[in-house]
């Protein structure tokens, strides 16, 4: 019995030598701008922009990098009914990113990431169900644009200029 039962250790073991662990190479979550960017906002005013800005980039302690961050919105209306209401509304998020180091004097990264979300206007009234899936989309949207920034910021070399 106890031969089988180390036979089954061995095999488990053995079987389990090439597992690959995700976090292994932390270069993918560590955010390469966190307290080393002043970030500068320019454009449409957009509500949550200015509450996830400092859990992102952290406070500057070391002012490596200068960010710009240029917002356009567009809303479309998609379909419009017979009394002239709008029955479902386009938000398009226009965010262009400029990276420029301050040790170089230079661009170091450019990127424009877009944005886009719907939403079906419910009353022509105050809606609070509208205005609150509203809210969130908005902030669903800019989370998302920042962390795809972010992404790509983190795998490319932020000390070449452009």
């Known amino acids: 019995m106890k031969k089988f039962l180390y036979l089954i250790c061995v095999i488990i073991v053995s079987s389990c030598n090439q597992i690959d662990f ?9 955010n390469p701008l966190y307290e080393k960017t002043e970030v500068d906002i320019s454009g449409d005013d957009l ?38 209401a709008t029955s479902n509304l ?3 998020l226009r965010f262009k990113y400029t990276l420029i180091s301050n040790k170089g004097d230079c661009v170091s990264y450019n990127k ?17 169900g509208t205005d609150a899936s509203l809210e969130k989309k908005y902030e669903l949207a800019i ?6 920034f ?3 910021a983190s ?7 452009l």
Request: hydrophobic share 30%; charged share 20%.
């Open 22 to 30: 995700i976090y292994e190479d932390k270069t993918n979550i560590i």
């Open 47 to 84: 509500i949550f922009i200015n509450s996830y800005i400092p859990m992102l980039f952290g406070k500057t302690k070391n002012n490596n990098y200068k960010l710009l961050i240029k917002i356009q919105e567009k809303k479309t209306k998609r379909s419009v009914e017979s009394n002239q």
């Open 90 to 92: 386009r938000y398009e």
């Open 112 to 128: 424009e990431i877009l944005s886009n979300f719907s939403i079906i206007p419910k009353s022509a009234g105050y809606n609070y």
């Open 143 to 148: 989370t998302e644009n920042l962390n795809q």
């Open 150 to 152: 972010i992404s790509f």
């Open 155 to 161: 795998g490319i070399n932020l000390n070449n200029c």
